[in-house]
């Protein structure tokens, strides 16, 4: 089973500002079949209450499609904030986009 993995990459700081235009890209690719949407953080600076309820109902969304949503490359105050939010139990978060290839693609490799 091959999986259609998207990629997106946000930067600057996810906030009301920025969330609904980056909600709209990922509802683009869920919309174009992406099986899978990767949100590689690594150029997110800080992420606020907004961006962070954005990430919550988009994974919600990609949830009640049936498909995934995974989240890497996290910096230290964001990881924080999932941290105490608890927000790190309820998205799965890979170091960075490598981890995630080996964890995800591999094992959907594996599935065939």
Do not use: W
């Not at 999986?3 to 690719?29: C, W």
């Not at 988009?58 to 949503?69: A, D, E, T, Y």
């Not at 939010?85 to 998205?91: C, P």
């Amino acid at each position: 089973m091959s999986l259609n993995v998207a990629v997106v990459k946000p930067e600057g700081i996810l906030d009301s500002t920025k969330a609904e235009e980056f909600r709209q890209k990922a509802d683009q690719l869920l919309n174009d079949g992406a099986d899978v949407l990767l949100i590689n953080l690594h150029n997110i600076t800080f992420v606020d209450s907004s961006g962070l309820g954005t990430l919550v109902v988009l994974l919600k969304k990609v949830r009640g499609m049936n498909r995934q949503l995974y989240l890497c490359s996290t910096n230290d105050q964001v990881r924080m904030l999932f941290e105490l939010t608890n927000m790190d139990q309820v998205f799965d978060i890979y170091d960075d986009q490598q981890a995630f290839e080996l964890a995800v693609l591999g094992q959907a490799d594996t599935e065939k």
